[in-house]
């Protein structure tokens, strides 16, 4: 995979929220307020994820699906039907 500056990006806000979100909890702030900053966590690494399979998709699968390799095509297509169940 190469390197992508948005997934990077994505990943970075999203530990940053989710120190925060532990700052929150450990001073015993108010819940709603916690759950918020939690949701905007999940949001960002929702939005890195997609990224992460954007690239996938465009890299990784489009050369497997390119090549001859009915064994490997296979597998890659395996690979993401488990993801998309991890997703649900």
């Known amino acids: 995979m190469k390197k992508n500056k948005e997934i990077i990006t994505a990943l970075k806000k999203a530990d ?3 120190k925060n979100v532990i700052e929150m ?3 015993g702030e108010y819940c709603v307020d916690i ?3 939690n949701l905007a966590v999940i949001g960002l690494l929702k939005s890195a ?3 992460l399979m954007e690239s ?3 890299t990784c699968f489009i050369g ?4 001859s390799n009915k064994k490997n095509v ?3 297509i395996d690979e993401l039907l488990q993801i998309n169940k991890k997703v649900q």
Do not use: P
């Open 16 to 18: 940053s929220h989710l």
């Open 35 to 37: 759950l918020q900053q």
């Open 56 to 58: 996938h998709l465009n």
């Open 49 to 51: 994820n997609n990224k």
């Open 25 to 27: 909890v450990e001073k």
């Open 74 to 76: 296979q597998k890659m």
């Open 64 to 67: 497997a699906i390119k090549g």
